[in-house]
């Protein structure tokens, strides 16, 4: 069965595809380019009136962009784990709406380095962007909610979610929001590292 909040990996992959930004996409669509950090972030979803324009735009049925015809992947990768390497980066901007721990390293480096693991509905629903040394990442919400974060089915995985980062530049930008009601720890590390823990207070 399709979930709503699956449209934000959709069109993020359709984009992706077609190597157009966020804003590229936006001017084709004549709407700012918030709208489309707000549908791939899933907080947000287009206008009834526009999915025929998009669809058209993306040369897809329809009913792709509401995943009738597009296979769905249950895990992402099957260890619960992704890796990847940039150019070093200048600017990192995270956007988090699930429970989990973000620790980044300053430090010069010839690469930068990041690595995420978690439960499979975390690793479905996170994603990242990187514009010419600004990483874009996107921790969404599994539930769909853009006001309230809800437990979900985590399967068998019982550790923390965690993102680690090594920026590759000393004197890179970070930027983090909570955009859920999610409790929210930071703290600056003796090695040049920050952490924030996002977690949600059960009563």
């Known amino acids: 069965m399709y979930h709503l909040n699956k449209f934000c990996n959709i069109i993020f992959e359709l984009r992706k595809e077609r190597g157009w930004t966020q804003s590229m996409l936006a001017e084709k669509l004549g709407i700012a ?11 947000g979803y287009p206008d009834v009136t526009l999915f025929p324009l998009i669809a058209e735009l993306f040369s897809v049925e329809i009913g792709v962009l509401f ?8 895990n992402m990768n099957p260890n619960n784990e992704k890796q990847c390497v940039f150019e070093p ?11 989990c721990d973000i620790m980044v390293t300053k430090k010069e480096d010839k690469k930068a380095f990041l690595d995420v693991k978690g439960d499979s509905s ?3 629903f996170f994603g990242f962007e990187n514009d010419d040394g600004v990483l874009r990442v996107n921790v969404k919400n599994p539930t769909g909610s853009d006001t309230k974060w809800i437990p979900y089915n985590r399967g068998n995985y ?7 980062l090594h920026t590759g530049k000393e004197n890179c930008h ?5 955009y859920l009601d999610l409790h929210v720890y930071a703290s600056e590390m003796s090695d040049n590292t920050d952490r924030w823990i996002f977690i949600k207070e059960h009563l």
Not at 33 to 43: D, H
Not at 89 to 99: D, K
């Open 33 to 43: 380019p918030q709208s489309i950090s707000k549908w791939e972030c899933g907080i």
């Open 89 to 99: 980066l200048h600017r990192i901007e995270f956007f988090v709406g699930n429970e």
């Open 158 to 164: 019982n550790k923390r979610n965690i993102i680690t």
């Open 122 to 124: 975390f690793m479905e």
């Open 174 to 178: 970070l930027c983090v929001t909570n």
């Open 67 to 74: 995943g009738q015809v597009k296979e769905e992947r249950v």
